[in-house]
């Protein structure tokens, strides 16, 4: 069995149910101070990304979850003698809206030291910038809502996430050709 990490570099993946991962993460803090269990729970974190959505023709920009369903908690579980620490166990199990540990029901295993360096970097990027948001995939059909060719449909060939671009196969003058759209300028036909 790998050592336990010190307790500020424990942490943990929680299965919480859909859509109350904010509210389980603000309880969790609001009895992390009434409990004091401050020397136990350090961090909880709701990983998201801004996304930019076209509803309407507005963009408006929303946050989207890129973990549905689960939280990330820096916590003290595991004592240095590798001993499970009850009052943090319990304190999370118990707690409304958590289902429990994520891969494992009797003891959970901390995230690796370089997952975790990952997943802080990948929350930091992406709350910074901006991505578009694509509900598509290659080969839908879509139709053009904007640009010189509104009104035709097309083929999406290609989808590149990070600039929210598509590359749509329409036809024009009887030939299929390949056009680069954003992803505001298309809907599904």
């Known amino acids: 069995m790998p050592a336990i990490p010190e307790a500020r570099k424990q942490w943990f993946v929680v299965h919480v149910l859909s859509g109350q991962e904010q509210k389980v993460r603000d309880r969790i803090k609001r009895l992390v101070e ?7 729970i350090f961090e909880v ?3 998201q990304e801004r996304v930019e959505e076209n509803r309407k023709g507005k963009k408006i920009e929303t946050k989207r979850k890129f973990f549905p369903g689960y939280i ?10 590798n001993s499970l620490v009850e009052k943090t166990w319990y304190f999370i199990k118990e707690m409304d809206g958590v289902i429990g540990f994520a891969g494992t029901k009797d003891k959970p295993i901390p995230m690796r030291q ?3 360096d990952g997943m802080l970097g990948q929350i930091k990027e992406r709350e910074e910038s901006v991505r578009p948001a694509i509900s598509f995939d ?3 059909s879509v139709k053009v809502g904007d640009g010189p060719f509104e ?6 060939e290609e989808i590149d996430h990070e600039t929210g671009k598509l590359l749509v196969s329409v036809t024009i003058f009887g030939r299929s050709t ?8 298309v809907e599904k036909g």
């Open 114 to 116: 370089r997952e975790v």
């Open 45 to 47: 974190l709701v990983p």
């Open 138 to 140: 290659t080969g839908d």
């Open 72 to 81: 990330i908690v820096n916590m003290k579980l595991f004592a240095e003698d």
């Open 34 to 40: 009434s409990e004091e269990m401050g020397d136990y």
């Open 151 to 156: 009104g035709q449909t097309g083929i999406i």
């Open 178 to 185: 390949p056009v680069e759209l954003e992803a505001w300028q």
